[in-house]
């Protein structure tokens, strides 16, 4: 499974998705699993976090009063892509994983897992700003 972007009428008691033909192709948010080995990490956490970490046990849900920060928390990821990759392939999960030279492996994965990162936080960004134009609240889950 997949995590995915979504984006929800946040106005109404009930919880009503919205199909966006603008985002609906471009609606990753990375595997399963990137709930604790990315977004949940503490190596976001320990940049200051607060939306994403929230992943790691349960769906996100940003409203539109909430837009600035989770732009700001976009931004601090995007900045820190290369650490945040850094943190999350560490060696031992490099040498478990990645049948090459270490120092090949560990930079090929890491360059990739950065340049993923920043792939994402676009992603999420552009979610974000049709969300906004259309007042809907933004889902990852």
């Known amino acids: 499974m997949t995590l995915s972007v979504s984006l929800y009428r946040h106005d109404t008691e009930r919880l009503e998705f919205v199909s966006v033909p603008d985002i609906d192709n471009r609606c990753a948010a990375g595997f399963e699993c990137y709930r604790t ?21 349960s769906d996100l849900y940003v409203t539109p009063d909430q837009f600035d920060a989770f732009r700001d928390e976009l931004a601090m990821i995007h900045r ?50 049709v969300a906004e134009r259309m007042n809907l609240g933004f889902n990852i889950g």
């Open 37 to 57: 080995r990315l977004w949940g990490s503490r190596s976001l956490t320990e940049r200051g976090a607060t939306f994403m970490p929230t992943l790691k046990n």
């Open 80 to 129: 820190n892509a290369r650490a945040i990759a850094h943190d999350i392939w560490p060696y031992e999960v490099i040498d478990r994983f990645c049948p090459v030279q270490r120092s090949q492996r560990a930079r090929r994965l890491r360059v990739r897992g950065a340049r993923d990162i920043r792939t994402y936080v676009n992603r999420f960004r552009s979610a974000l700003d």
